[in-house]
């Protein structure tokens, strides 16, 4: 990626052009050679590997197990989804303050806590559902905290140039691990409860802290702001990433269309285990590997995507993707209506909803790092995260509302509708005319 024009170097890029010392300024050359990253990149595949298991055995613990209403699984939906909207602004505003790497450290040592307490309960036979409830909003609250440090470390470890490509790197090794662990985790449920998952989600995120330690980012200091501690102060630099985030026209548009987006993808996330799992009745296994074929589609599409970005700009590929999402859920909620097909046609959206998603992510990976200024990269993080994350939530209590109401069907059709909404902003947009990211914009 180009840099910009008024610097040879931005923070987190040192003269070699790199995060750490050493890091080889060479656009060709592959990210995962770059030590740090490397351990980064590890450390998120055991992460991710645990979220993929913990997100599995939810659903198959509340409704199978506890035996959840559909409202009673959207409000664990949000709980899980909960910790933006409770902690995200200020949180934004501490890890711009402090050091990134002890914040990923600890986050984890929270995620393990809250999943190992889930298989404890279980064998202890007091597990309820008021307990998933405080899990899910502990592991919400984790994942502020390391989601925003996340963000906010990958231009310390890799030159900013290059965060597009390790982002595009994060992004595959996620989907291929989402390819592969719902699947196993299905198979495990037909012999082991699905609480017991939850022991490997708290393993993955012990092996994920002990990475994490031995990474050493160039500049992650603490950025203290000296003896004012006050509540307006505090405040006033929330607010001053609120107006970076609103005032920069392309995070404008990444917010409202991801925003719009979520609050269809929460319906229909929410209420899909329900529609799956009960109302169809399909086997655990089968569940598994209906998400994992979305997961494989989503790998082939990571696979591919970066090279069609350079081709044909990240602009240009961002409306493609978008454009494919509404059209992938419509087979939800036909599955719906048309019941005796309804697994193929799950499996269907599944695949086209992974490819649009990966897609989608792979095109605008780096694109805010490359418009925001360092030193409001936690506080614009934040509060992109709240406005994005807060959505999903909010899409997952409409579609229990929805679903008490009417049925899941209805709900799954709503979700739809929602998701058609961001493409029609990205249609109207000055930004349809570009290939790729207006050099004017960048700082």
Same mark, same amino acid.
């Given at each position: 990626m180009p840099l910009t024009p008024s610097a040879d170097t931005a923070p987190g890029d040192s003269a070699s052009g790199g995060g750490t010392s050493g890091t080889p300024a060479d656009d060709s050359v592959e990210v995962l050679t770059i030590p740090d990253f490397k351990r980064l990149w590890t450390a998120n595949a055991f992460r991710y590997a645990a979220a993929?298991?913990?997100?599995?055995?939810?659903?198959?613990?509340?409704? %199978?197990?506890l035996d959840a209403s559909p409202l009673t699984m959207s409000l664990i939906f949000v709980c899980s989804r909960a910790g933006f909207l409770l902690v995200g602004l200020p949180a934004g505003v501490w890890i711009d303050r402090w050091r990134k790497k002890p914040v990923l450290i600890w986050a984890d040592v929270a995620y393990m806590v809250a999943f190992g307490s889930v298989p404890a309960a279980y064998f202890l036979d007091v597990l309820t559902l008021t307990q998933?409830?405080?899990v899910a909003l502990a592991?919400?609250?984790?994942?502020v905290f390391f989601d925003v440090a996340h963000n906010s470390v990958l231009p310390y470890v890799l030159p900013r140039r290059r965060v597009s490509?390790?982002?595009? =790197?994060?992004?595959?090794?996620?989907?291929?691990?989402?390819?592969?662990?719902?699947? &196993?985790? #299905? &198979? &495990?449920?037909? +012999?082991?409860?699905?609480?017991?998952?939850?022991?490997?989600?708290?393993?993955? +995120?012990l092996a994920s802290l002990l990475v994490l330690r031995r990474i +050493?980012?160039?500049?992650?200091?603490?950025? #203290?702001?000296?003896?004012d501690k006050t509540g307006s102060r505090f405040r006033h630099e929330i607010a001053d990433g609120v107006r970076v985030l609103l005032r920069q026209p392309l995070l404008r548009l990444l917010l409202s269309q991801a925003a719009l987006n979520n609050v269809g993808? #929460?319906?229909?996330?929410?209420?899909?285990? &329900?529609?799956?799992?009960?109302?169809?009745g399909v086997p655990t296994w089968l569940y598994g590997l209906l998400t994992t074929l979305g997961a494989l589609a989503g790998f082939t599409a990571s696979l591919f995507a970066?090279?069609? =970005?350079?081709?044909?700009?990240?602009?240009?590929?961002?409306?493609?993707?978008?454009? %494919?999402?509404p059209f992938a859920v419509l087979a939800a909620p036909l599955a719906g209506v048309f019941r005796e097909a309804a697994v193929? %046609?799950?499996?269907?959206?599944?695949?086209?909803? #992974?490819?649009?998603i990966v897609g989608r992510a792979v095109s605008t990976a780096g694109l805010r790092a490359r418009v925001t200024p360092d030193q409001y990269l936690g506080r614009v993080t934040a509060a992109y995260s709240v406005a994005i994350q807060g959505a999903t939530p909010l899409g997952a209590l409409i579609g229990g509302l929805i679903a008490g109401l009417w049925s899941t069907s209805a709900a799954l059709w709503a979700g739809a509708v929602a998701m058609a909404v961001p493409l029609v902003l990205l249609l109207l947009s000055p930004l349809r005319r570009h290939r790729r990211l207006p050099a004017e914009w960048e700082v």
């Open positions: 993929e298991v913990a997100s599995f055995a939810l659903p198959v613990t509340a409704l %199978l197990l998933l409830f405080v592991v919400s609250l984790a994942a490509d390790g982002n595009a =790197r994060l992004q595959s090794s996620e989907t291929a691990i989402q390819a592969v662990s719902p699947s &196993v985790a #299905g &198979v &495990v449920t037909q +012999h082991v409860a699905a609480p017991l998952l939850y022991c490997f989600a708290a393993v993955g +995120h +050493h980012p160039e500049n992650d200091i603490a950025r #203290g702001r000296g003896g993808a #929460g319906i229909i996330l929410s209420m899909l285990p &329900v529609f799956l799992l009960k109302e169809i970066p090279r069609l =970005r350079r081709r044909f700009g990240e602009i240009r590929m961002t409306l493609v993707f978008s454009a %494919l999402a193929p %046609l799950i499996a269907l959206a599944q695949v086209l909803i #992974g490819v649009a």
